[in-house]
Every structure is written in structure tokens, then in C-alpha cells.
């Protein structure tokens, strides 16, 4: 029986894209690849001609079809009005995981940091990426950031299960728990959760700042990784970049239908048709998507000879050094060196393995009955720049009745109603907190006769935050002096 060929979506993007792409498929083809490609158009281009996400709906289309995406960076024109592509297609598809791995190729390649084997997995989809953002007072802008149970569970067991699958010894979880209690420590939670399940496979948490400074510096510490959007967008380029060059790490994204690989770059407008730039971040993008198709074999072969191109000193501008590179190439040239190498292992450089599996890693979550929600009072934000908190406090104070009673007002989350400090400066977005005094009994209508009353005064509300106690637990903040 023929093996099987799978059909992939792929798109040459703009810049150093067509290039790079047409090397790593030439690359792919000469290994033996079984693709069947569906090629469509993105980015610059599409965006200029009137489509706000620089795509069109018949590559969707595609994409669903395939449900495999190779895809070249592309460039995002200037200017309000276009929405990043990469953020639109790994939402709308449910591409949740972005996998990352950031390895030294030391001797071959100049780096400060000689052992380094990391592998980052982002959350990819949540966290202040969620793009709701909000013009709150004339001062203040608002980005509200979302992280979901079902979200927390999918990534964490994926960096689980990647670690499992690749025989990895740790998973290391980065959040900021200790500030945003509610946010990160769900991810935090999930992460102690789900870490048992994985006996076999060592566990530790960091907070974020301190655990980006001890991977800037001791990346050798590190395994696999486990954090959410924004940290692992930050910290997976320092991570590639320390490895030698931000040119050599190749990125997964990976959602529970369709699937998308490409280079962490972007498309390098400045070097574009030169043949200069190194196309190993795609190669390596590629060789993600054959593991994640089941061609293990083609993919070992790929990595393999691309390792021993690197060690025989064969580079590309952006990371040739004297003394440790032997001949400067092009993109095409470096394709070439790769193709005439299919067959051999790196001898310095420990070569790759890929086992084969049927099925593709994926992260899991267990939906669970819902939590015992009660409403327990309201924070009403307001617009408000003319008095001091004492005058805000005592025309809230007018609101009260019905059972609610104003407990506290918070400017930028300083408690500044009752007893606050002449020295904490005010914007004009304040909060106040109305609580029930008899506890969980608040209703909708009760709180609507409370902005009806606030109303009355000639304040000007601007949103409402319900407060709610989820099975007896506060699901808010308490805020600084509770
Ligand atoms: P960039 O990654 O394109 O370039 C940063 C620097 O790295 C430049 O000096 C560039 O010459 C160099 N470089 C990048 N890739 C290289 C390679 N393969 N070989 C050699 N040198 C390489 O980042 P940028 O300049 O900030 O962005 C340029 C464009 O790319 C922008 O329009 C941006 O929006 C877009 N972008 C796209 C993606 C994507 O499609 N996934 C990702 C990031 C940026």
C-alpha cells in the first residue's frame, strides 16, 4: 500500500516569505514529503484589497479543508484599520497551543548560553490578547484580560503531554499570581492540578519577572515551559534570540481541528529579495508539521541533515561568525547544502528522534458542573473629575438604601473612600463598591434602582461589575485595605 499524502494549505506571505518557502518546500519535496499542496494567498496584498484581516473567505475555506497550514510571514501594513492575521486565524480556528522550541546549536552557532534544549508552550488564544479594549474617562484606557478554566486546562495538559510524548523531565509554570490572584492564579491552580496527573515528569512554578530574569541567564535550567499569552509571547523571542538568532526557531500552533506552523520571524521587508535570509526557522516549522502529520520519518531526515549543514559550518548571513562559520550562503544555497545532506546525522550536534504516533498531542479539558453563583453586591465605576474622593463618598452616601451600603471607592484600585492618604493621586476613573448588608441576596432589579439613584445625583456611571460569590469563595478582588 502507498503511504499516505496529506493535503496541506500553504502561503508564501510577503517579504523574505517566497523565498524562504519556496527553499523549505524544495527541501521537503527532495525528503520524500507526502503533500498534496493547496496553495492560497495572505497578507499584504489581500489586505490592500479591501479585506480587513488579510485574508479572504475562500482561503478559510481551505484551511478548514486541510486542516494543516504552512504558512510564510507576511507583512502588516501601517495604520488603523487592519487586524493582525496571525491573532485572527489562531482565535477564530481554536489554535490554543503555540509551541516553540528554542535550542542551542552550540559549537556551531555563537551563543552565551552553550546548553539551552527549551521548549515553550503559549497560551494562544486568551489573556489580554482577547482585543477588548475600552476609552473608559478622557485619562484612562482599559484591556480587559480573560483567562478561562477550560483554556487553563488545554494548555497546561498539552505542555504535559508534549513533555510525555518527547520523553522531557520538566514542565515549569510562569504566571503572576501574587499580583493578579484571580487571573493567574487560575493558571496557577490548574497547573498543581493537573501536574499530578504527570508523576513521572518534574513540576515547579516561578513568578514571571524572576523566572524571565533565571531564563535570560541560566536558560539551562529550563525544559519545558508552560505560561500564559503575553508572558510566552515575550519570553519565547528572548528565548529564541539567546539561542544565536531569532532567523532559527520555527513555531507550532495547534488547535483541536486545524493546525499552523511557521518561523517566530517576520518577513524582514529590508532583506527581501536577496537571498540572504535564512530560511532554518520555516524549515523547522516544517518539521513540526510532518511530526504533527505522522510523517516522523521525513521530519527526522529534514532535522537531521539540516544539523549536520549547520555543524559543517554552512550559514546564512545573519548568523555567520569568523572563526566559527566555514562558508557564507545564500537562502537558495543553504536549501541546496540541506538536500545534499538527506541521509546524514550531525556528528558534534546530538541528533533528533521523532517517534511516531498516530494521533497528535492534544490538551484536553473536563467540563465540571457549575459553581453555586450568588450576588453579593456591585462595583459601579463613574467618570468623575470634580471634587476630592471625601465629596464623591458623601454623594454616594445618598445612594445607599435598600440594603446597600457603599463599603468602599478605589482610584486606579487604591482605596481612597473612607480614610485615604492626601498623597495617592486620582485620574478621573473611579470605582465605588456597594455590598448587601444582608449578604448573598442581591437582584438584577436591586441594582438597577441603584444606578437609577446614582443616576438621580448627576453621576455620570460608566460600567458595573457584578460581585458574586462562586460555591461561598469571592469571585472578586477584595482591594487594598478589606
Ligand atoms: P522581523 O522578524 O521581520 O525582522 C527583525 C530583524 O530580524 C530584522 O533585522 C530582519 O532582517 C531580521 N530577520 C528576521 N528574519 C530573518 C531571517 N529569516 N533571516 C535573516 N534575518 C532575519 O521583524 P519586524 O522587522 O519587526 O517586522 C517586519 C514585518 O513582519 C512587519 O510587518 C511585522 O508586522 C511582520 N511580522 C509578521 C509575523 C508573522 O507573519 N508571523 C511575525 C512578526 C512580524
Request: aromatic share 8%; proline share 5%.
Amino acid at each position: 500500500m502507498l503511504p499516505q499524502t496529506t493535503k496541506i494549505t500553504v502561503a508564501h506571505g510577503d517579504g523574505i516569505g517566497p523565498e524562504i518557502m519556496e527553499t523549505t518546500l524544495r527541501i521537503l519535496r527532495e525528503a520524500g514529503a507526502r503533500l498534496d499542496v493547496e496553495t492560497i494567498e495572505i497578507g499584504e496584498s489581500v489586505y490592500k484589497r479591501g479585506f480587513s484581516s488579510g485574508i479572504e473567505p475562500e482561503s478559510w475555506a481551505s484551511l478548514r479543508r486541510t486542516k494543516v497550514f504552512l504558512k510564510a510571514p507576511i507583512t502588516t501594513p501601517q495604520g488603523g484599520g487592519f487586524k493582525s492575521l496571525n491573532v485572527t486565524i489562531r482565535k477564530t480556528l481554536g489554535l490554543y497551543a503555540n509551541v516553540r522550541p528554542c535550542v542551542s546549536y552550540h559549537p556551531v552557532i555563537a551563543t552565551k548560553h552553550p546548553v539551552m534544549d527549551v521548549v515553550i508552550v503559549r497560551e494562544n488564544e486568551e489573556d489580554l490578547y482577547a482585543g477588548i479594549e475600552h476609552r473608559e474617562t478622557d485619562q484612562v484606557m482599559q484591556c480587559l484580560k480573560l483567562i478561562t478554566r477550560p483554556g487553563c486546562e488545554k494548555i497546561v495538559r498539552y505542555a504535559f503531554e508534549y513533555a510525555r510524548r518527547n520523553n522531557r523531565k520538566k514542565v515549569t509554570c510562569f504566571t503572576k499570581d501574587n499580583i493578579m490572584k484571580l487571573t493567574d492564579g487560575l493558571f496557577h491552580k490548574v497547573f498543581d492540578e493537573i501536574k499530578v496527573e504527570y508523576p513521572e515528569i518534574a513540576n515547579e512554578h516561578w513568578i514571571v519577572d524572576i523566572g524571565a530574569a533565571r531564563l535570560a541567564h541560566t536558560p539551562e535550567v529550563f525544559d519545558v515551559m508552560v505560561m500564559p499569552n503575553l508572558y510566552g509571547d515575550i519570553l519565547s523571542d528572548v528565548a529564541a534570540q539567546i539561542t544565536g538568532s531569532i532567523g532559527l526557531a520555527g513555531s507550532a500552533n495547534i488547535g483541536e481541528h486545524v493546525a499552523m506552523f511557521e518561523a517566530i520571524h517576520g518577513s524582514a521587508p529590508m532583506i527581501a529579495g536577496q537571498n540572504v535570509a535564512n530560511p532554518s526557522g520555516l524549515l523547522l516549522g516544517a518539521v513540526s508539521m510532518l511530526v504533527h502529520i505522522g510523517q516522523s520519518d521525513i521530519a527526522a531526515l529534514v532535522h537531521n541533515a539540516f544539523l549536520r549543514t549547520l555543524e559543517e559550518g554552512i550559514h546564512t548571513a545573519d548568523v555567520f561568525t569568523e572563526g566559527v562559520s566555514v562558508s557564507k550562503v545564500g537562502t537558495k544555497e543553504f536549501g541546496q547544502a540541506v538536500i545534499e545532506r538527506l541521509g546524514q546525522r550531525p556528528q558534534t550536534l546530538k541528533a533528533v528522534e521523532y517517534k511516531s504516533a498516530s494521533e497528535p498531542i492534544q490538551g484536553t479539558w473536563k467540563p465540571r458542573p457549575p459553581a453555586e453563583k450568588k450576588m453579593v453586591g456591585v462595583d459601579v465605576f463613574f467618570d468623575w473629575r470634580q471634587g476630592t474622593p471625601e465629596e464623591l463618598g458623601t454623594q454616594l452616601l445618598q445612594a445607599e438604601e435598600d440594603g446597600f451600603r457603599l463599603n468602599m471607592i478605589t482610584n486606579r484600585g487604591v482605596k481612597v473612600w473612607p480614610g485615604g492618604m492626601s498623597e495617592t493621586f486620582c485620574t478621573d476613573h473611579w470605582r465605588s463598591r456597594f455590598m448587601h448588608s444582608e449578604g448573598p441576596v442581591v437582584t438584577h432589579q436591586q441594582i438597577i434602582a441603584l444606578l437609577t439613584r446614582i443616576e438621580a445625583l448627576g453621576l455620570d456611571f460608566i460600567k458595573t461589575e457584578h460581585l458574586c460569590t462562586f460555591d461561598g469563595e469571592p469571585g472578586f478582588s477584595l482591594g487594598q485595605g478589606q
